[in-house]
Each structure stands twice: as structure tokens, then as C-alpha cells.
């Protein structure tokens, strides 16, 4: 089973380079971020007729996650427990930035738009940092009910875990996506069981999966890694390959990050 996962950048404005992509990799199962849409916004029909069951959640122009699966789609949520609300008052809601469904053969997979935390001192920062707290407990949760279960966690984690996963430190001194408290979240997740499924197959430094728009990015190879799929033991040992497919950031019209690829044999 081939699955991936994609900050699609609004799924309107990039569902031809969607289907394409589906195709062009003969991808089972896609985890999409920034949809940036409602579900009845959507056009959903090219999916669907290329076979792939849809599961989308979205509030409003903003944020807005989804899964595409041709290998079945079933029991889907779209939040888990102590997941905190923005703003973290009476007047916060839960945002559009989880969902998972079961594929394939018995796994869950999510696909997660981890917050931003915009900057160190704002309120979105501890508001990230409480949601990838949210994410752990569910990974740990998960392996105490069943230390076989078979569950990924893909998507955009707004986090560059290592130094190599920036392309120069210096350019993030006083920033967000690398501070130590981001970095304790991340590992947190990886300690609790969930191992990152790519980068044995794809090793930095110099191995990006997102390259801003602004100051020529991509050609400079100026780029951050943050798309990640993070798996439980038994999906860990069912790992054959993986990949960043770069070349999905060229050309006209593509998303600001390149899909994250990963082949399973389970």
C-alpha cells in the first residue's frame, strides 16, 4: 500500500495537480492539508471517479484537512481527546486541522495541519505546543489499547525537528519551527512509539519538504523539512520505501511543500 501525504495549499486551486499526482504515482491512499475550504465547496467528483473514497473537514476559508483512500475509508474522527480550542477561551472552536479514517488493512492514518505558532510570545505558540501535546496522548493511548495497532500520523507539523532540517539556522534566531519547546513536542510524539518513516529512505541535510514562495525559495534550495509521517512499531516494520516527491513543488500553479511518500507492505 502506497500512501502519501500533501499541504495542498487549497484544494481548489490545485485539484488537477492533485489527480495527476494520484496517478503519476499510483498513490492509494493521499493525507491532504490547507484545504482551505468547506466540505460543500468542494468539488470532489475527479476523485471520486478515479475510485478514491473522500473524508474532508473544513470551517472556513482557512486550514481544512482530508484523506482520499482507494483501499476503503471507515471510521472517521476528526478530533481527539484534550484537543484545545483557538482561542483557548469561551469564544475558541476546534479548528479543521485532524481527521483519520481506517484504510487498507486495519490503518489509521491522520492526517494533521499542526498549528503554525505564528510567534514565540503569541498565544497560537502555546496553543501548538498543548496541540502536539494532544496528538502524543492520543499516540499513546492508541499503543496501550493495542501494541500491534497500526497508525500513522502524517501531515504538516509546522516543526523542523533537527538543525539539517532548516536551511540555515541563523535566518530562524527569535522564530517559531525550531525552538526547543516545538522540538520536546515532536520528540515527545517520536518517544511515545511513532518513528519517522521517511527519513531513513530520504536523509538531510538539504532534504526539504516545503520552500517559501517569497525570495526565490525553491530555486536556492532554501527550504524547510516539516511534512512528516510518523508510524507506530508495526507499521515502522512493514516500511519497504519512502520518498519527497521535490519535483511536485515545480512548475506553474504548485503548493508551497512537496508531497511525503511512503510504501508499506502489511
Not at 510518523?230 to 511543500?257: F, M, N, T
Request: aromatic share 10%; with cysteine; glycine share 8%.
Amino acid at each position: 500500500m502506497r500512501i502519501a501525504t500533501w499541504n495542498i495549499n487549497s484544494l481548489r486551486a490545485r485539484t488537477e495537480r492533485v489527480v495527476a499526482f494520484l496517478e503519476r504515482r499510483d498513490v492509494d491512499v493521499l493525507a491532504l492539508q490547507e484545504l482551505k475550504a468547506r466540505p460543500e465547496q468542494l468539488d470532489l467528483s475527479a476523485f471520486e471517479a478515479a475510485g478514491y473514497a473522500c473524508a474532508m473537514h473544513g470551517l472556513n476559508q482557512w486550514n481544512g484537512v482530508g484523506i482520499l483512500s482507494r483501499v476503503g475509508l471507515e471510521d472517521v474522527r476528526t478530533e481527539v481527546e484534550a484537543l484545545p480550542t483557538y482561542p483557548e477561551d469561551e469564544t475558541g472552536v476546534l479548528e479543521a486541522r485532524m481527521i483519520s479514517g481506517i484504510v487498507g488493512d486495519g490503518l489509521r492514518l491522520w492526517s494533521l495541519y499542526v498549528p503554525n505558532g505564528r510567534e514565540i510570545d503569541h498565544p497560537h505558540y502555546a496553543y501548538k505546543l498543548r496541540w502536539l501535546d494532544a496528538v502524543r496522548a492520543e499516540g499513546e493511548r492508541a499503543l496501550a489499547a493495542d501494541p500491534e495497532t497500526r497508525t500513522v500520523f502524517a501531515g504538516d507539523f509546522n516543526v523542523a525537528p533537527l538543525d539539517e532540517d532548516v536551511w540555515d539556522m541563523a535566518a530562524f534566531e527569535g522564530a517559531t519551527h525550531v525552538t526547543e519547546p516545538e522540538r520536546a513536542a515532536f520528540r515527545a510524539i517520536v518517544d511515545a512509539g511513532y518513528a519517522d518513516l521517511v527519513r531513513p529512505y530520504a536523509p538531510g541535510p538539504g532534504v526539504y519538504t516545503y520552500w517559501d514562495y517569497q525570495a526565490l525559495r525553491f530555486p536556492k534550495k532554501e527550504g524547510m523539512r516539516i511534512d512528516f509521517a510518523l508510524g507506530s512499531p508495526a507499521v515502522q516494520r512493514a516500511v519497504v520505501d519512502a520518498r519527497i516527491d521535490r519535483d511536485e513543488r515545480k512548475g506553474k500553479g504548485a503548493s508551497d511543500h512537496a508531497p511525503v511518500i511512503v510504501d508499506l507492505e502489511l
